[in-house]
């Protein structure tokens, strides 16, 4: 075998390097580079560590002899809908025969309880169906208790078969012997193999694991869920290597302490990116919110912030309207803007890219005349919500003088619009969608892009349309 010089190796990508270093070079994390050979990570490479990789890679899809692609038949796939509607949302209407599905996030999130619904639905929908669900985390009786926490019904429990396992290979045992339809295998991190080195949840490990999972839902044509942790940074362990093995990729966010949960795909070989479904944690399982747009408002900024509320306008608070997905959101975004008392004021964004948040704050620098550089800036969007739409910039900045001001904004008024680094405003996608939803929940004013404000107007709300991020901040009262 060649000798592979490498001696370190990064946790989170793989990325091997022949000295230690504090950050990965490849995928920016710190401290995650580890002792290891990058040999280890692809088990029995009979020629180059790299090489044998790529060729186990390229083996994911079945083998076959070349033809034209015009000569190719094909079916349109057919789907096994989970029956719960927000997550086929995500799925892009159900899984598909030998579909892998990653299903990412952070610890007590919900990934295994939506799992466990998911499956009961499906066998309720489908009685020909058969699912294996392997916990490596779970003892079997912990997972007949949470069964029973969900209400599931005794036809389905009889039918589900679960594993407590955390050795793949006895695992892959019982796969054969069962020859289920669907595969739950929770968590990929607890679970370990012999064909590698190295502790469980290690690349090695995480690698060979995914790899041989994925193996067998292409050669069996089934379908197969892997359940990752997220780590303390964000990123799921190992998140490089098993995202771009498998077909899905689902990130399962929110608040642990708050009810509300998002699934979002972020990879969809068998659908779009950027859906979202959309559950409430109860006593009794996720419920699926099939109407979401307004749960992401605090109390104070419900139904439009004042029929029957007694809540004052306060300053430093916004409400956008995001288009997630095919549905518009309400996300009310907060700011604080406080004198800093520390050389290097600091800045931080919760729920959006803080990046950006540095850039707007350059912006309204530049082009309002609004200065925050001796002040500590926070903004958070309210629930816990991941907003990756630029057209919630300029709520962004209204909430950041709103605080810094100490002005609130008008009662029901909702504010959206990408800002340009000239200080123009520029529109954002499908905006007649996004104000008729934004009408439908009692809001009666808005500022958004001009180019968005629709010619005919909407009933029973006053729509100011801005150029620039001067006139937009000239609302404030
Ligand atoms: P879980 O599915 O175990 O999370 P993960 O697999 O992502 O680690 O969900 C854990 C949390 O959900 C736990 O704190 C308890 C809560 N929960 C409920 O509130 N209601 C329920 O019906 C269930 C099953 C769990
Ligand atoms: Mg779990």
């Known amino acids: 075998m060649a000798k592979d010089r490498t001696s370190f190796v990064c946790e989170a990508c793989g990325q091997g390097y022949s000295k230690w270093q504090g950050q990965c070079t490849d995928c920016g994390a710190w401290n995650t580079l580890v002792p290891g050979q990058r040999h280890d990570l692809a088990a029995a490479a009979p020629s180059s560590a790299a090489g044998a990789r790529a060729g186990r890679m390229a083996s994911l899809a079945p083998a076959s002899s070349l033809q034209s692609l015009s000569d190719i038949a094909f079916e349109e796939t057919e789907r096994q809908p989970t029956g719960i509607e927000e997550f086929d949302r995500v799925l892009g209407g159900g899984l598909v025969p030998g579909a892998v599905i990653l299903l990412g996030g952070d610890p007590g999130i919900g990934k295994s309880t939506l799992l466990l619904q998911a499956m009961a639905s499906i066998l309720k929908l489908a009685s020909e169906q058969s699912v294996l669900y392997v916990s490596g985390e779970e003892s079997a009786g912990q997972l007949a208790m949470r069964a029973h926490r969900l209400g599931l019904d005794a036809a389905v429990s009889q039918q589900l078969k679960v594993l407590s396992e955390t050795s793949l290979e006895k695992v892959l045992q019982a796969m054969e012997a069962a020859q289920p339809s669907v595969l739950v295998a929770d968590s990929i991190q607890t679970l370990y193999t012999e064909m ?8 090695s490990q995480v690698r060979e694991v995914g790899y041989q999972l994925t193996q067998w839902a292409k050669r069996t044509g089934r379908a197969v869920f892997i359940v990752g942790h997220v780590t ?3 990123a799921l362990a190992g998140p490089r290597l098993l995202e771009h093995m498998v077909d899905t990729v689902l990130y399962f966010e929110g608040d642990a302490q708050a009810s509300f949960r998002v699934v979002r795909a972020v990879k969809n070989r068998f659908g779009t990116v950027n859906e979202l479904g959309v559950f409430a944690m109860t006593e009794r399982g996720l419920k699926a919110v099939t109407n979401p747009s307004a749960m992401f408002l605090s109390e104070a900024q419900l139904s439009g912030g004042d029929t029957g509320s007694s809540h004052a306008p306060v300053s430093g608070t916004c409400v956008t309207v995001s288009l997630e997905g095919s549905r518009p ?21 919760v729920g959006f890219d803080g990046q950006r948040l540095a850039m707007l704050l350059a912006i309204l620098h530049r082009h309002a005349g609004i200065a925050c550089f001796d002040q500590d800036v926070f903004v958070n969007a309210v629930g816990g919500v991941r907003i990756q739409e630029t057209a919630a910039d300029l709520a962004i900045l209204v909430a950041v003088v709103s605080s810094l001001r100490n002005r ?13 680094l000239t200080g123009e405003v520029r529109p954002a996608a499908r905006g007649l969608d996004r104000l008729k939803e934004v009408a439908r929940l009692g809001f009666h004013r808005a500022i958004v892009p001009a180019a968005n404000a629709p010619k005919s107007g909407i009933k029973g709300m006053e729509i100011i349309g801005v150029r620039r991020l001067s006139e937009a901040l000239a609302q404030l009262s």
């Open 196 to 203: 590698a080195s190295g502790a469980p949840g290690s690349v």
């Open 408 to 420: 609130p904004l008008a009662k029901g008024c909702v504010v959206f619009g990408e800002v340009g």
């Open 232 to 234: 303390k940074e964000g």
């Open 329 to 349: 959101l309400l996300v009310e975004l907060q700011a604080l803007v406080d004198d800093s008392q520390v050389p290097n004021p600091r800045r931080l964004a």
